[in-house]
Nanobody, 125 residues
Framework: VQLQASGGGLVQTGGSLRLSCAASGRTFSAYTVAWFRQAPGKEREFVGGIFRRGGTTSYADSVKGRFTISRDNAKNTVYLQMSNLRPEDTAVYYC???????????????????WGQGTLVTVSS
């Protein structure tokens, strides 16, 4: 599966953005999709994920209550709705997919075999 992330941009503190991760292929519903982010000089960190089929979601504590992940399998797209953005949310955001991941591996980048190219989110103070 090929992933294309989009929707990044510049936003003020407290603003909102919606990122999209569009996938190729007809079996997208069989993939668990996660969002990660990487700020300059920092390691890539888990933001949130949505499991295949059932759609259960999980979030990092730092974004819980502010970010929401959803998926539209008919459109082969996963969304990351980001609200109440903070300067510390500034990073390149990546989507990743796996058809075999289990819950305990959801937050581990090396668990994913497919990655999008990343989209930059900048939150100004």
């Amino acid at each position: 599966v090929q992933l294309q992330a989009s929707g990044g941009g510049l936003v003020q503190t407290g603003g909102s953005l919606r990122l999209s991760c569009a996938a190729s292929g007809r079996t997208f519903s069989a993939y668990t999709v996660a969002w990660f982010r990487q700020a300059p000089g920092k390691e890539r960190e888990f933001v949130g994920g949505i499991f295949r089929r059932g759609g259960t979601t999980s979030y990092a504590d730092s974004v819980k209550g502010r970010f929401t992940i959803s998926r539209d399998n008919a459109k082969n797209t996963v969304y990351l709705q980001m609200s109440n953005l903070r300067p510390e949310d500034t990073a390149v955001y990546y989507c990743a997919a796996s058809s075999t991941i289990i819950y305990s591996s959801l937050r581990v980048p090396s668990s994913y075999g497919y990655w999008g190219q990343g989209t930059l989110v900048t939150v100004s103070s």
